[in-house]
């Protein structure tokens, strides 16, 4: 600090330093406002100026004058002059210097005058005084003052007691316990009181000691004896009244005292008043701190242990049991606590209403320790009641309750009582918490707390308020949450099943959003009973308890375990459902007792289930697959089931669990999808089961009545209530149309993301889930929305598709309803605008309010698809389709009549039934009565409905199939984006797009072709099949089902098929140009040829069938078994085709016995179907005519010319279908196929005999005669191979000498070849290449014998060549295909019959295969190369093979036939000579390979070149013969390739002759060398596969 006297002030001190200084502490001085700051700077100018004196800078009588001077400016300032000297005392003593001693001691002396004594006695040393003469001796006088000092603090003041006189004591009680209601103050008694100390010479304590004593007696007197003590304390130390408060308590701290509650009164007053404090009293107060908090640790590990001896299982005998007991009560016994007078003093404070202080112990002690014994608990309670009594009385007494008012303390330093909300949150809620879960002792006052919350709740949830307001409000509402959680709830645990408290806090908590009291609920069950060792207790004796009354749970005593289960829930929840719940995980038989027992909870209690339900099925620690991860966890799916029930029977708010699901469903998690699906299902009483009968199916085709009475397997009954539950959830959380939108987009979900590395199996089945739950969830909401509801929800259909990317059929789908609930209410406002009853009115009104409705559609679907699309087929058609369902196209009459037989006969029944009462008779008739009179009605109204719509569609029809490209394209999209993806939605759908495809071909449909539909339908449905999961593999069988029986009605009767299908152009054979629809009797398919048409397609299903049967594929197999089973009605028909199919799946019963079982156990449901159904199946030759010889239709078709009559119907839909098929496809198919050998009989045997006028009749009848020969022969061995057993059937009995050697051979090699089939069947890409590569060796080798043999043709064949090389890639291919596939041999339909022989077939495959090798298109429904039509029309009449029934009488017939045959069998002599040749010549090109050809391969050529008639063999055809032989010959030679391929391809050479001419066969000698050459680049290995390939095109 600088210094304030400068040096030169002390220099010239006389001249003006003196004066200066003077003025200096004057300005000091009187600088008042820096009060500190002005005493510092004197204190220091002061001391500079003694220090200058000290150092001999000045003289000490200058400095005491100027001093003298100084010492007025200030009252203080002879302290301050002191301290200075004190200062300077201390500073220099230390000092060696003794003349800075003698200066400091001459200032003192001069300025003594100034200081008076005993103030420098006071603050100067001892020895200083001395020095000064202000005391004789130093040493002395520090004596007297230790004497002093110890007189004072440490002698205690004996009053001596002989001297007291005992009067004294007797008037002083005397005066305080007089009467003092008149008007004696507490005054006059002091006055009094202090007379009698003074007379008789009392001690002061023990007056305050029995002023206290009979204030302990006479507490009603507070007003009195409070300012009385507080009075005399002014004449006693501040801290003898705590001493003597603590004496008193300290007496009665003996193990065997016990405080009074007078004395804990006495000290609470007191402290009210702040006469003593807390801290002072409370360190007399036992027991201590530590002690308590042992105790609290203690008390949790006895809870701990007690539930761990709960837990345990105890197996000890009853003895030692009873010592435990025994100790346990000894113990007790010993361990009675001393008397807590902690506690006392707090509960007198919280009687007394001082909760400041009551607040501060407890914060002393651990958490609820205090409340935790029951008078404090009890204290407190009553506290709060008298804090809250304004506000309940004025919001929470409910109405009509008069309820007895709580009067105020009398205390005014009690809390302020509570009249608002605001000052409930300041006290009452800061008292509630310190409560706890001890609020329990008093329900009273929960119930009072919980009616205030719902005040507040109502208050809060009203609108209208301020800002300001609002905020405090939620400020409000966060306390009360925070109330209910850690004080209402955790009571309610402790609460003896207290059902009326548990009903009135759901009072409260219904008002809470579900998301807040799932939380409370989450903390009550997961946090609050760990935080408590009475909660700890509790939950262990309530799990103990729930397993009791779950080990006797049965159906039996469902009603005494249903109200010990209310019992318990009552307090204690969560703790029981959790429990409860995981029992039913485990065993799903409880689901049922445990759903009837729970009938006696409250609505708390429900809401607390469904949040346990959430969180069981939310448990992370849960796998929701079992271990083989193809199926979904059984406790999932009991609990699913659980939810269902429970959600059914009891009203539990739903709007969780279905948020729950939507999240799961955002996530990417369909496993929860099964609780939606078993909701749904219980509540609305809408089931999805693939199982469903058609007599229920056609009820669901029905009215909602017709529905709810034929369509389901339960009875529906009381749906009502809950499903309009379920419904008033989904619509107030906006629920609906999320949930369908999620559900849509998951399906793919499912497969592309969630399906990553689970199993086929599962993917399929949740998939299944997703499905089956978004058709049921979309029909709930259908049958249960309003109109206005849904169209409000549902979005336009180009929304739902492009914006939320819904897959079409589920868009449509969600949209349906919706359509037709606009057409129907658009048509009621016409009909009541113009009342015209007219019927034509009434259908010219509805087609009117369609266009109004469905127009903005038509523009909307235009976006869904690419522009070209809209080539084929209009919108309108598409619109049209996607929004009708079975109820618009067919009234199901025989399902209505049912259902009210069914009716009449309970009429009856309630009639006979004589134990009824009447009055329930008369009930139940009307009931019976009302529902036959809805269900007619509802006919009625179906009926009329459906007129309506089909004279809508009439009038469509014309503008709905566009075919800008070509009719087959349109079949292609029609199939494409209508019917497949439609047939798997639903079963009512699959049998709707049967029924569809029926009524385009009644309605006449310009452009459609029912053939060509019917035949892309049923000719490959292997894609198909494979590509579905389970449940769609039902609904595609239930579609095809439905379409064969249309098929079968036809095929059954002439009559009908003239009638249906006669004259319509769906059954056109040939495809003109669009809009042409001509009536050529001619073109029309007729009834043989229908006939034959159909055997095909049975063949090609069985084929199909057989090839997935054998794929050895899990999904392939249990696929084709659910299609078939699901066919079985209609399909097989015809006996080998069903002796194929049966020894198929026998073989599949034994391979899977032990490997699948589930695919054992479908196999073995069909086998034993099938062997039921064998009674009914026929032979072939019933089936269909087998061999007509139609010569008139043929000469006819001839005589027409290439551009005439039409090719029969199958051949164009084949080769539109095959056409198709890619060329990876033909290869395998080729490869799979038995030899192209049995290709050639087919086709071959499949052309009918031909008289032609055309003048080469003769010729052409031979050959035509010789094919139809070998095609029966081929088609005999083929049922033969399939048949598998050689000498059984009985084409084998007709088999010629030849072929009776070789069964046992066929046998092995039969197996022999169908490994190498499998071998061979491309698996990856680089396979199918190598087996191209064979393929296309193999064909070059068969056109070297080509090249050689193409001289010997006779003229006839060269005319049959003159045929388009077109045309023979169609049968070819339409023969490959269906050889291909199953690798075993199946027979042909008689529609196959081609007039296209072996080597043309062989030679056109090649040709495709060039024309095609970059065209994939997809296998199931490809859309057709577009050339393809134009060729077929130009080609159609050479093609066209007219199956019809002969005119010619049968005895003609057979003379034909023998004519023909003789023909045959010189041409056969004459191929074996040449076959010799060609034989020869190869022998010396493949000398390695052919050593056993010559024998074999003449066999071979008889057997192929139809020579079943020759001299060797029966006299009569013999279509087996042939075909057997061919098989044995085969397998003989599969290591010998080049021989045969040339004996083979003789044939072909001869039809491929004129239809090639030179041009083919320098492509053949190109071939040849290709061949060649990648002979030379292969190694052997190479060499042999080739062998082996073009064996089996044999």
Same mark, same amino acid.
């Given at each position: ?91 220099? #003593? ?21 200081? !008076? ?99 302990? &007696? ?39 005292? @016990? ?173 509630? &918490? ?47 949450? %925070? ?7 955790? %009571? /309610? ?67 005494? !375990? ?19 719940? %995981? ?33 069981? /099925? ?89 529905? $709810? ?123 009541? $605008? ?21 127009? =903005? ?104 199939? /566009? ?29 709707? &797009? ?24 049923? #000719? ?158 026929? =032979? ?122 070789? =069964? ?79 690798? @075993? ?84 002599? @004459? ?15 493949? #000398? ?25 063999? !029966? ?21 010998? #390739? ?16 004129? !239809? ?39």
């Amino acid at each position: 600090m600088a210094a304030l006297l400068p040096a030169e002030w002390i220099k010239n001190w006389e001249k003006g330093g003196k004066n200066e200084f003077v003025q200096l502490c004057r300005t000091l001085s009187e600088n008042k406002s820096h009060d500190s700051m002005g005493f510092r700077d004197i204190q220091q100018a002061l001391y500079e100026l003694a220090y200058h004196v000290v150092r001999g800078n000045l003289k000490h009588d200058q400095a005491s004058n100027v001093l003298g001077d100084v010492i007025e400016f200030r009252e203080d300032m002879p302290s301050i002059l002191a301290d200075v000297f004190c200062i300077l005392d201390i500073e220099t #003593s230390c000092l060696e210097e003794k003349n800075k001693r003698d200066y400091f001691t001459q200032l003192v002396l001069a300025c003594l005058y100034l200081v !008076s004594d005993t103030v420098l006695k006071e603050r100067l040393d001892p020895e200083t005084l001395e020095s000064l003469g202000l005391i004789k001796q130093s040493q002395q006088f520090n004596q007297k003052s230790v004497k002093i000092k110890t007189k004072l603090f440490y002698k205690q003041q004996k009053f001596n007691l002989l001297r007291e006189e005992n009067e004294g004591y007797a008037k002083l009680i005397a005066e305080l316990g007089q009467d003092l209601s008149g008007n004696i103050t507490s005054d006059l008694i002091l006055e009094n009181i202090k007379s009698l100390i003074g007379c008789f010479n009392l001690d002061p304590n023990r007056v305050l000691d029995i002023i206290l004593e009979v204030y302990e &007696c006479r507490p009603e007197y507070d007003d009195f004896f409070v300012p009385l003590i507080e009075s005399y304390m002014y004449m006693c130390e501040p801290q003898t009244l705590c001493h003597i408060l603590g004496f008193k308590f300290k007496f009665y701290q003996d193990p065997s005292g @016990e405080t009074p509650s007078s004395l804990y009164r006495v000290a609470a007053v007191l402290l009210q008043h702040n006469l003593i404090d807390l801290e002072d009293l409370y360190v007399h107060l036992l027991p201590g701190d530590n002690a308590i908090i042992e105790e609290h640790k203690r008390e949790i590990v006895e809870a701990k242990q007690i539930v761990r001896k709960l837990t345990m299982v105890v197996l000890s005998s009853e003895k030692t049991e009873e010592k435990e007991k025994e100790k346990e009560k000894e113990e007790e016994k010993t361990e009675k606590p001393p008397d807590n007078q902690k506690l006392g003093l707090l509960e007198a404070l919280l009687k007394i209403g001082d909760w400041q202080h009551a607040q501060s112990i407890m914060d002393q002690m651990p958490p609820f320790y205090a409340t935790s014994h029951k008078p404090i608990a009890v204290a407190l309670c009553q506290l709060v009641h008298v804090t809250i009594e304004p506000l309940y009385r004025r919001v929470g007494v409910p109405k009509g309750a008069k309820g007895s008012p709580i009067s105020s303390l009398p205390n005014k330093r009690a809390p302020k009582q509570a009249d608002s909300f605001e000052d409930l949150r300041k006290e009452v809620f800061n008292m509630l &918490c310190y409560l706890g879960p001890h609020l329990s002792h008093d329900p009273i006052l929960f119930a009072k707390v919980v009616r205030l919350g719902k005040a507040f709740m109502k208050e809060f949830q009203s609108d209208g308020s301020k800002q300001e307001d609002k905020e405090k409000m939620e400020l409000l509402f966060s306390c009360l949450l %925070s109330i209910t959680d850690q004080v209402l709830l955790p %009571s /309610l645990s402790l609460m003896d099943c207290n059902a009326c408290m548990s009903e009135e806090l759901w009072g409260m908590f219904k008002t809470f959003p579900y998301q807040y009291r799932y939380r409370l609920y989450g903390q009550w069950k997961n946090e609050t009973y760990n935080s408590h060792p009475l909660l700890v207790k509790v939950k262990a004796q309530t799990i103990d308890r729930a397993k009791y009354i779950m080990k006797r749970l049965t159906k039996e005593n469902v009603k005494p !375990s249903g109200r010990q289960i209310g019992k318990l829930s009552h307090s204690n929840p969560t703790i029981l459902f959790d429990y409860i719940l %995981s029992q039913i995980q485990k065993y799903d038989n409880l689901i049922t007792p445990v759903v009837d027992s729970l009938k006696y909870l409250t609505s708390l209690n429900y809401d607390v289930l469904a949040y346990c339900i959430i969180e069981a /099925l939310a448990n992370p620690e849960k796998e929701r697959m079992k271990h083989d991860d193809t199926t979904i966890s059984s406790w999932l799916q009991s609990l699913a089931s659980f939810c269902g029930a429970v959600f059914r029977k009891y009203p539990i708010e739903l709007a969780g669990l279905l948020q729950y699901v939507a999240n799961q469903l955002k996530a990417g998690k369909s496993f929860d999808l099964l609780i939606l699906k078993e909701v749904v299902q219980k509540m609305a009483g809408i089931e999805i089961t693939e199982e469903m009968t058609m007599e229920q199916l056609e009820a669901m085709t029905g009215g909602e009545q017709l529905k $709810a009475e034929g369509g389901y397997f339960g009875q529906i009954r009381n749906t009502k209530k809950s499903s309009q539950r379920l419904k008033d959830a989904l619509l107030d959380h906006d629920l609906a149309l999320p949930l369908c939108l999620l559900m849509a987009q998951q399906r793919n979900g499912v497969i592309f993301q969630e399906g990553g590395e689970k199993h086929l199996k599962l993917v399929g089945k949740l998939y299944d889930q997703c499905h089956d739950t978004l058709v049921q969830f979309g029909g709930f909401l259908a049958s249960n929305l309003s109109t206005e509801d849904y169209i409000k929800r549902v979005p336009s259909i180009d929304v739902l598709c492009n914006e939320f990317h819904t897959p079409h059929d589920a868009a449509f789908f969600l949209s349906r309803p919706m359509y037709a609930h606009h057409i129907s209410s658009k048509y009621d406002e016409l009909k009541k $605008a113009e009342k015209g009853n007219k019927q034509q009115h009434k259908v010219h009104k509805y087609i009117t309010s369609c266009e109004l409705v469905m127009a =903005p559609v038509h523009d909307a679907v235009i976006s869904l698809h690419l522009p070209k699309v809209w080539d084929d087929i209009s919108p309108q058609f598409y619109a049209t389709f996607w929004s009708l369902t079975m109820y618009d196209l067919a009234v199901p009459h025989s399902s209505y009549d049912r259902e009210v037989n069914k009716l009449k006969v309970q009429m009856k029944a309630i009639d006979d039934n004589q134990e009824m009462p009447p009055n329930k008779k008369k009930k139940e008739k009307e009931r019976c009565t009302a529902l036959q009179d809805k269900l007619l009605e509802e006919e009625k109204k179906q009926l009329e409905h459906v007129q309506r719509v089909l004279q809508r569609l009439k009038l469509e029809k014309d503008n709905w199939l /566009l075919a800008k490209s070509t009719k087959n394209e349109t079949i292609t999209k029609f199939l494409q984006l209508c019917i497949f993806p439609r047939c798997i939605f639903s079963a009512i759908d699959a049998v709707y &797009c049967a029924h569809f495809v029926e009524l385009v071909h009644q309605q006449k449909t310009p452009n459609f072709s029912t053939l060509l539909c019917y035949d892309r339908v049923f #000719s490959d449905i292997i894609y198909t099949v494979a590509s579905c999961t389970e449940n769609e593999a039902s609904r595609y069988g239930r579609f095809l089902c439905c379409m064969l029986e249309t098929v079968t009605r036809w095929h059954s009767d002439r009559v009908i098929y003239e009638k249906e299908c006669g004259n319509y152009p769906g059954f056109l054979t040939i495809l003109r140009a669009t809009g042409f629809d001509g009536g050529n009797k001619a073109d029309q398919l007729d009834y043989e040829n229908f006939r034959h048409v159909v055997h095909k397609w049975h063949y090609k299903l069985t084929k199909a069938s057989v090839h997935c049967l054998e794929t050895g594929e899990y999904t392939h197999i249990r696929n084709i078994l659910i299609v078939l089973t699901k066919i079985l009605p209609w399909y097989p028909k015809v006996l080998n085709l069903g002796q194929a199919l049966e020894r198929r799946v026998h073989k599949i019963c034994q391979e899977e016995k032990e490997k699948r079982p589930d695919l054992y156990a479908l196999a073995m449901g069909y086998s034993g179907q099938l062997k039921s159904r064998k009674p009914f199946m026929i =032979p072939e030759n019933e089936f269909h005519h087998k061999d007509p010889p139609a010569r008139n239709a043929v000469a006819a078709t001839v005589q027409n010319g290439p551009g005439g009559a039409g090719m029969p119907t199958s051949l164009t839909i084949n080769t539109v279908r095959l056409e198709e098929s890619t060329t990876e496809e033909t290869e395998k198919l080729k490869e799979k196929s038995q030899g192209v050998v049995k290709v050639i009989n087919k086709v071959v045997n499949a052309t009918p005999k031909v008289t032609t006028s055309n003048g080469n009749s003769a010729s052409n009848s031979k050959i035509v005669k010789e094919k139809d020969e070998k095609e029966k022969s081929g088609k005999e061995k083929d049922k033969e191979k399939k048949d598998k057993t050689p000498a059984a059937t009985p084409e084998m009995k007709a088999l010629g000498k030849d072929g009776k050697d070789k =069964p046992k051979e066929e046998r092995a090699n039969k197996d022999e070849k169908a490994r190498e089939i499998k071998e061979k069947t491309p698996k990856s890409d680089k396979e199918k290449e190598k087996v191209k590569k064979e393929e296309k060796a193999s064909k070059e080798e068969k056109s070297k014998t080509v090249v050689t043999i193409v001289e010997s043709k006779s003229t006839a064949e060269k005319e049959r060549e003159k045929e388009p090389s077109r045309e023979r890639d169609v049968a070819k291919e339409m023969k490959s295909k269906e050889n291909a596939k199953g690798g @075993e041999k199946i027979p042909v339909a008689g529609s196959l019959k081609s007039p296209v022989p072996r080597s043309e077939i062989s030679e056109s495959e090649r040709e495709q295969k060039r024309r095609k090798v970059d065209t994939h298109s997809s296998p199931s429904h490809s859309s057709t190369v577009k050339d393809n039509l134009n060729e077929l029309k130009d080609s159609s009449a050479k093609h066209y093979i007219n199956h019809t029934t002969p005119a010619l009488s049968k005895s003609k017939e057979r003379e034909v036939d023998k004519k023909d045959l003789d023909k045959s069998r010189e041409r056969s002599r @004459e191929r074996e000579k040449k076959d010799e040749k060609d034989r020869k010549e190869r022998k010396r090109d493949h #000398s390695n390979s052919d050593r056993e050809v010559p024998q074999d391969s003449t066999k071979r050529r008889k057997e192929e070149n139809g020579t079943t008639g020759s001299s060797k063999h !029966s006299k009569s055809e013999s279509p087996s013969d042939s075909p057997r032989l061919n098989e044995k010959e085969k397998e003989k030679n599969k290591s010998k #390739s080049s021989g045969k391929e040339k004996g083979d391809s003789i044939k072909a050479e001869k039809m491929e002759k004129s !239809s090639s001419g030179s041009k083919k066969e320098s492509r053949h000698d190109k071939e040849k060398t290709e061949k060649k050459e990648k002979r030379e680049s292969t190694g052997g290995k190479e060499e042999k596969k080739h062998h082996k390939s073009s064996d089996k095109h044999r």
